[in-house]
Nanobody, 124 residues
Framework: QLQASGGGLVQAGGSLRLSCAASGRTFIQFHGGWFRQAPGKEREFVAAISRNGATSPRYADSVKGRFTISKDNAKNTMYLQMNSLEPEDTAVYYC??????????????????WGQGTQVTVSS
């Protein structure tokens, strides 16, 4: 079970840190991912982190250099640090996990377990 939190309302240029708490050794057993869905749009990939840390995290082009994905295995928690937020980042953000091969981590259909989502709103 995944529990996302940390969303809120922030002005453009501001920062937020999302958290995704899991039960057990989830982020050791699974790759972790963050996705987002804006109103009227499809769910899109944001970032992913590998279960063993052997592979560099992957980011959507739209967030590279602004967002950082990380995890704390001891706390069973994954994070998404979001800096220099833009109004276009407004969406519901979801965390999820998958055992799929790393090459497919951008595909939301490959993820088996999802958190409930947390709203991020960036005002201009």
């Amino acid at each position: 079970q995944l529990q996302a939190s940390g969303g809120g309302l922030v002005q453009a240029g501001g920062s937020l840190r999302l958290s995704c708490a899991a039960s057990g050794r989830t982020f050791i057993q699974f790759h972790g991912g963050w996705f987002r869905q804006a109103p009227g749009k499809e769910r899109e990939f944001v970032a992913a982190i590998s279960r063993n840390g052997a592979t560099s995290p992957r980011y959507a082009d739209s967030v590279k250099g602004r967002f950082t994905i990380s995890k704390d295995n001891a706390k069973n928690t994954m994070y998404l640090q979001m800096n220099s937020l833009e109004p276009e980042d407004t969406a519901v953000y979801y965390c999820a996990v998958t055992t799929i091969l790393w090459g497919y981590v951008e595909d939301a259909r490959r993820y088996t377990n999802w958190g409930q989502g947390t709203q991020v709103t960036v005002s201009s």
